[in-house]
């Protein structure tokens, strides 16, 4: 290749200065321009990032007529994402999206649509495939540590209040979308790597806690059981006013062991007689320098250098976030939901 891959970020929020650290880590990448209808936010992200001569753009359309612009990065609010990753797509841009990708069934068809049609490559934000944790889980269950999954939990638990930068629009329906959409499909997506089969159904329930202190327009705690293709169950828990430290909790259930976060218990280990605990990086913090976005940037860099797909693409996040507008219509209707929608 002889240039670097030039980078546009759009959205000039938290996360996004994540994003910019990992394109800045690899050597394949060069983050060239910032776009914030707001120009004041960008320059303040310029100075705070020390990005020198970075162009602004405070109109994305002008950003992705650049030719020197091969990547977007969406670190914009939830209800932009959809938008600009589809006009990125068809101006014929490599896509990373923040989660959730789209609010809504139509939004996420459109989008699916663009990335395919033009042939683009695309990573989801499901940052915490790159988690070791994650890693470690995915090698027990290849090797059958714990033999055939039948059940599996995965529960994001984690009040976000008003101390939050987005928490204004995010507790907003039209802004934050659901439970299961704002924070949930993070726990959704786990869900779906660790069994590797087709979600078939959906049932969901969703309530307010007694007295909504957080002041959400949407039910901000949800529970979805999920059925597969394969025959496993599964569980997904989602609260936004759960009083208690960050909790994103794992528990999978083979026929020969169990998996529980870092704590592995197995039929195929002589004499085991308690848990044995995995001494690595687990995903229990939700700030976003926690999180591996330099192993995401790096797998997104790699996909466009050798014109592979990600595990991680659009259409792969189409089924997780499938399965968060199907808990919401689940808990609205009272019936189970058949997938796909």
Known sequence: MDRKLGVGIAGTGWVSGEHIKAFRQNP???????????????????REMNLGQCRIYTDLDEMLKSGEIDIVSVCTPHHLHASIASAAADAGKHVVIEKPIALNL???????????????KSVVGFVLRWNPLFDNIKAMLADQTIGKVFYSEVDYLHATDSSYGGFEWISQKKYGGSSMLSVGCHAVDALRWFVGSEAVEVMGCANFSQDNRLKYEYEPNCVCLIKFADGTIGKVASSMEAVLPYTFNILLLGDRGTIRNNQVFTKRWPGQTNWA???TITPDSGDVSHHPFVG????????????????????????THEICLAAEISAREGRPVRLPL
Do not use: F, Q, Y
Request: glycine share 2%; with cysteine; aromatic share 0%.
């Open 28 to 46: 394949n990448t060069e983050v060239i321009a910032l776009m914030n209808p707001d120009r004041g936010l960008a320059e303040a992200k310029i």
């Open 106 to 120: 139509d939004e996420l068809r459109s989008l699916r649509c663009a990335v395919e049609k033009n042939r683009v």
């Open 277 to 279: 605990t995995v001494p």
């Open 296 to 319: 995401e940037i790096d797998h997104l860099v790699d996909c466009i250098l050798n014109d592979k797909e990600s595990h991680c693409n659009v259409a792969d996040a189409v089924k």
